[in-house]
């Protein structure tokens, strides 16, 4: 069975830095991306960041210079560093791996909240 532990949530000022941390374990087969998805209260959730297994990454508009993501494919870790954090980074964010056929699976998620 597949699982998603993530850390490194919690509560920053404006202008301060957060490292997200996801871990997957259990049987995962060709994994596609791996990737971090926010969910403020109100709103839809959305894509942060991804990254494919050849490196190639993408980044929601309002994050890019901000923050970046890494991943560790030999432990299938994935990382999110957020630094110049904003009030509006505020959200719950969550890990996702995507299989090659498409399937996501979802971490539980981590809250952050940037206080201004």
């Known amino acids: 069975q597949v699982q998603l532990v993530e850390s490194g949530g919690g509560l920053v000022q404006a202008g301060g830095s957060l490292r997200l941390s996801c871990a997957a374990s259990?049987?995962?087969?060709?994994?596609?991306?791996m990737g971090w998805y926010r969910q403020a209260p109100g709103k839809q959730r959305e894509l942060v960041a991804r990254?494919?297994?050849?490196?190639?990454?993408d980044y929601a508009d309002s994050v890019k210079g901000r923050f970046t993501i890494s991943r560790d494919n030999a432990e299938n870790t994935v990382y999110l560093q957020m630094n110049s954090l904003k009030p509006e980074d505020t959200a719950v964010y969550y890990c996702?791996?995507?299989?090659?056929?498409?399937?996501?699976?979802w971490g539980q998620g981590t809250q952050v909240t940037v206080s201004s």
């Open positions: 996702t791996v995507q299989r090659i056929d498409r399937y996501n699976y």
């Open positions: 259990g049987i995962i087969f060709s994994i596609n991306s």
């Open positions: 990254i494919r297994t050849d490196g190639r990454t």
